[in-house]
Structure formats: C-alpha cells, structure tokens
C-alpha cells in the first residue's frame, strides 16, 4: 500500500526521511510512540516497585524513615510520568518543527505546573 | 486523615483489585467504584477517596496506554490537543474541590453515576469509518488496522469545538469526583466527533493520565492522599485490571455491563442518601 498518512505520520512524530513505509499496520513504530511507551512502562514500574516496597516495609515495621521515602517517592514517580510523557512530546515537536503542536503540550505543561502551584497557595491559605 | 493499618491497607487492596478488573470488564476506570467503595462504606471524607482513587487513574492509564503505543489505536495528536481541555478542567476542579461541600461532591457523583449507568446500558455503537484506504483523515483524524474486519480503517475528526468542551467538563469531573473521565468523553468522542470506539477509548485512557495528574497533585500537596493506602489501592488496581483483561473474555460483557448498572444505581440511590443529610 503506497498511500501516505500525512496526518499519522505527523502525529507520531516520524522525522522526515523516511517516507514511503506505506500504511502497513505491522510496520515500524512511529518514534515518538515508542518513546512514549518507554517512558510510560518505565514510569509505572518504577513506581509501583517503590509502592509495594514501602507499604510492606510500612506494614512490617510500623513506618520508618525509608518506608515513608519509597511511599513518597512511589506517588511523586506515579505523578511525575504523565508530565514526562508531555515533555517527550514537546521536545519531539520542537525538532519536527511542528510549532502547533509544540505549543499545546506546552501549555498542557503549564497546566500541570499550575495545579502543582495551586496545591502550594491552598496549603497556605487552609 | 484515616489511620493505616494492615487490615486497612488490606482491604483497600483488595478494593481496588474488584473495582480494577470490574473497569477492565466494563471498558471504564475503576474509580466510579473504588470512590464510594471508600466514601460510604470506608466512611473516608469524599476528598481523600477521590485522591486515593486518582492515583489508581493514573497508573491504569500509564499502563494500558505504554501496552497499547505503537498500535495506531492511540490518536496522539487528537489526544494532545484535547489534554489542554482536560487539564484546564482537571486543574479547575481540583480547586474547587477544597471549597465544595462533601454533601454536594456525593450528589455530583449520584447524578454521574446515573448518568455511566444509563450510558452503559445503551451503548453506542456507531462505526465512523471511511473504508477507503486512499481517504485523507485531515490533520486529526486517523487510521488504524481493525481486528474485526481485517482491513486499515480511516476516520476524520468532526465537531472539535464539541469534542473540545466534553475534554473540559471530564477533566472536571474527573479532579472533583476522582474518576477518570472516559466515561464521559468516549460516547461524545464516538457519536458525535466521528471517532470509531476503539481509538476514542485508547485516546481517551491516554489522555487520562494527564487529566488525572493535575487533580491528584492538588489532593497530594494539599496534604489530602495518604501515601500509604494509595499504594495499597494502585497496587490493587494494577493486579485487577490485569487480571481483567486476561481473563475478561469468558464474562458476558451484556450481562455484567447490566449487572453493573445496576450497583451504579444502588450507588448513586447512597450517595443521594447519605449527601441529602
């Protein structure tokens, strides 16, 4: 199948180059996809080991120290890996010099950092 | 802020691991049941179960949408463009969560609840596809290699400033109530956008992660999730959900979708109880 997919093709961030893969589904994954995917398994695994290890040592020890670090780390790494998944995407943008798209994750960025911002002026204010 | 114990921490677990395969069953998160699971009989303020809940969102999105890149299912430019949606709604009503009443969050969600359960039972199944392979999808839309039919499918994106708006209102929902969201975006994104199921879902389940995150980082750092029993809930949900979707296919996804619906409805009957008092 010879048919181009400009809008996939842009959408998955594929640098130019490398054209005319056609449209099989069994082919190469679009770069910016495998990233994500990377990014996202590592995130959850990385999160969920520091979980189930904190809340045992939790459970065991009666909270210490390092079981309320790998809890917090957990969360922190849980709430961390959708911001990363943004920023690969920014960064991915900005060198196709997809200038739209570049900005929206921006601002997606911008959002998150304000709901971080808000929980702060809450805390101060409560 | 509730005490951790074993037994707590257990039973959260366990929780999370029915309301995680019941949402791999159902095509839905788990929060519309782990939330009143932890509200009503738990007896947590609304706000910490919707915090607990949320980080169980975003680990169900993370890991469902790392197993699911690459596939062409995800519309990730769709899905980029509608996150600034969602966030904005997600961030708005992670603050407005602080001011609102408990009362007024659990009537929220009974009025929700109703709302998935209706959709549940009348789900709809509109195909949205253009089986030319040569169409142009436009700058949004997609294309994608359907299971069912054997051939590459292609689908245009219609109504953006509708789908633009229901991004908005899920996000919203989803920081007040501590559900994903889905359940809101996928039948606007399906019936009305032009989007065929499959992708809507993983479009959605993708972008969830983000709407989540701007939620759950205002219940976090305002002190409102307990690291401890949020461990024991995402854990749960982890297990669940897979177990779910590797065993789903011997349930009758009808006759659990009614059974379902109607938990949904005993639900939201409790939380309209319990918020009318």
């Given at each position: 199948m010879t048919a181009e997919r400009p809008a996939l093709r842009q959408a998955q961030g594929t640098p130019s180059g490398s054209r005319g893969e056609g449209t099989a589904p069994h082919g190469r994954v679009p770069k910016l996809e495998r990233i994500i995917g990377t990014v996202l398994r590592a995130g959850v695994m990385t999160s969920s080991l520091c979980l189930a290890v904190g809340l045992v040592l939790s459970l065991a020890g009666g909270g210490g120290a390092l079981s309320a670090?790998?809890?917090?780390?957990?969360?922190?790494?849980?709430?961390?890996?959708?911001?990363?998944?943004?920023?690969?995407?920014?960064?991915?943008?900005v060198s196709d010099r997809d200038w739209a798209f570049a900005t929206l994750t921006v601002i997606v960025l911008v959002e998150l950092m304000a709901s971080a911002v808000a929980a702060l002026v809450l805390n101060r204010r409560v | 802020m509730p005490v951790v114990t074993a037994a707590l921490a257990l039973t959260i677990f366990a929780a999370g691991t029915v309301s995680g395969s019941l949402g791999a069953l159902l095509g839905l998160g788990g929060g519309v049941f782990l939330v009143p699971f932890l509200n009503l009989?738990?007896?947590?303020?609304?706000?910490?179960?919707?915090?607990?809940?949320?980080t169980t969102v975003i680990a169900t999105s993370s890991t469902v949408s790392a197993g699911r890149a690459g596939k062409q299912l995800i519309n990730m430019k769709l899905g980029m463009l509608l996150e600034v949606a969602t966030a904005a709604g997600s961030l708005l009503g992670g603050v407005t969560a602080q001011f609102v009443a408990q009362s007024v969050l659990q009537k929220l969600f009974g009025i929700v609840a109703v709302i998935?359960?209706?959709?549940?039972?009348?789900?709809?199944?509109?195909?949205?596809?253009?089986?030319?392979?040569?169409a142009d999808p436009g700058v949004l839309g997609g294309r994608y290699h359907e299971a069912e039919s054997g051939g590459t499918v292609t689908y245009r994106v219609k109504r953006l400033p509708l789908a633009i708006t229901a991004?908005?209102?899920?996000?919203?929902?989803?920081?007040?109530?501590?559900?994903?969201?889905?359940?809101?975006?996928?039948?606007?994104?399906?019936?009305?956008?032009?989007?065929?199921?499959?992708?809507?879902?993983?479009?959605?389940?993708?972008?969830?992660?983000?709407?989540?995150?701007?939620?759950?980082?205002?219940?976090?750092?305002?002190?409102?999730?307990?690291?401890?029993?949020?461990?024991?809930?995402?854990?749960?949900?982890?297990?669940?959900?897979?177990?779910?979707?590797?065993?789903?296919?011997?349930?009758?996804?009808?006759?659990?979708k009614i059974l379902m619906a109607a938990v949904l409805f005993i639900l939201s009957a409790m939380m309209f109880a319990r918020g009318g008092r």
């Open positions: 670090f790998l809890l917090n780390a957990g969360i922190i790494v849980l709430l961390a890996t959708p911001v990363a998944r943004v920023i690969v995407s920014t960064v991915q943008y | 009989v738990l007896g947590f303020p609304f706000s910490v179960a919707a915090a607990i809940s949320l998935v359960a209706l959709i549940m039972l009348s789900r709809l199944r509109r195909r949205n596809v253009i089986l030319d392979p040569a991004s908005f209102v899920a996000g919203n929902v989803s920081s007040l109530l501590g559900i994903g969201g889905g359940i809101i975006k996928v039948p606007v994104l399906n019936a009305w956008c032009g989007i065929p199921l499959r992708p809507a879902a993983a479009t959605s389940a993708f972008m969830i992660g983000v709407t989540a995150t701007a939620g759950a980082t205002i219940y976090y750092g305002h002190g409102q999730l307990e690291p401890a029993l949020a461990a024991a809930a995402v854990l749960g949900v982890q297990l669940g959900s897979w177990g779910g979707l590797h065993f789903g296919a011997a349930a009758s996804a009808k006759w659990l």
